[in-house]
């Protein structure tokens, strides 16, 4: 099984406390982090129980059907991302700790389900707030504690803002998946997925940084995330 959550992109808006400047003050800071998750799309198989779905109104639950999940594709909506660090600069140095809640809701789910006698359906589900047929519901939600190393690409023109920087990070990651799927407004309880799952974790990070003065300064960042999370869910991510 492949990790479960794979990269993840943020964009963030950086507003900090710190002696941030051309010629910046050593010592602490804070931060606030805004930004734009990005989840890439994840395949899946997986075998369940449903009951028989009728095609008539109402929905009714009759014998049982085993059914395989093959070649699924799960893709998502980008949401925000929001969070906070602590850090401490040291001239070009920064080390950091962060903190990140990202929220990552379901789009469509696409894929081919197979029946107990080998016949094969493909099928797309979307995730419109109510609907008639099918629709799912649901979202990964994610919870990161990094600590951050930086270096800052201090300009060396009085008359610059700009500064570049880089970084890597190393901590830990907790995810929550809920997946749940709807006929009719009616949720069937048997193809509902929840768990939760945590494993280490590490990023990279490129960014710049405007400053205001020599206490603050707005930045734009990209952050790749990547864990070892593995998750019953999802073979591949």
């Excluded at 010629?23 to 075998?47: A, D, H, K, M």
């Excluded at 085993?66 to 799960?74: G, T, V």
Aim: charge should be positive.
């Amino acid at each position: 099984m492949k990790p479960f959550i794979k990269t993840s992109l943020v964009a963030l808006l950086l507003a900090n406390g710190s002696s941030y400047a051309l010629n910046p003050v050593q010592g602490w800071y804070g931060g606030v982090l805004i930004g734009v998750n990005y989840t890439p799309s994840s395949n899946f198989s997986r075998e369940r129980t449903f009951p028989f779905i009728s095609t008539t109104e109402p929905y009714t639950k009759q014998a049982p059907l085993r059914a395989s999940f093959a070649s699924n594709h799960l893709e998502y909506s980008t949401m925000g991302a929001v969070g906070g660090q602590l850090g401490y600069r040291c001239g070009k140095y920064r080390l950091e700790g962060q903190f990140l809640y990202n929220n990552s809701p379901y789009r469509s789910l696409r894929g081919t389900v197979t029946g107990p006698e080998g016949q094969q359906t493909s099928f797309s589900i979307y995730a419109p707030s109510t609907s008639t047929g099918f629709r799912i519901e649901g979202s990964t939600d994610s919870g990161l504690g990094m600590l951050n190393g930086f270096y800052d690409f201090l300009p060396s023109d009085p008359r610059s803002n700009v500064a570049p920087y880089i970084g890597l990070g190393v901590g830990y990651a907790y995810f929550s998946n809920n997946l749940r799927v709807y006929y009719n407004e009616v949720n069937i309880d048997a193809a509902r997925v929840k768990e939760s799952i945590s494993s280490p974790a590490g990023q990279a990070i490129l960014g710049v940084s405007y400053f205001l003065d020599d206490f603050a300064s707005f930045a734009l960042d990209v952050r790749y995330f990547t864990s070892t999370a593995k998750s019953t869910f999802m073979d591949s991510r």
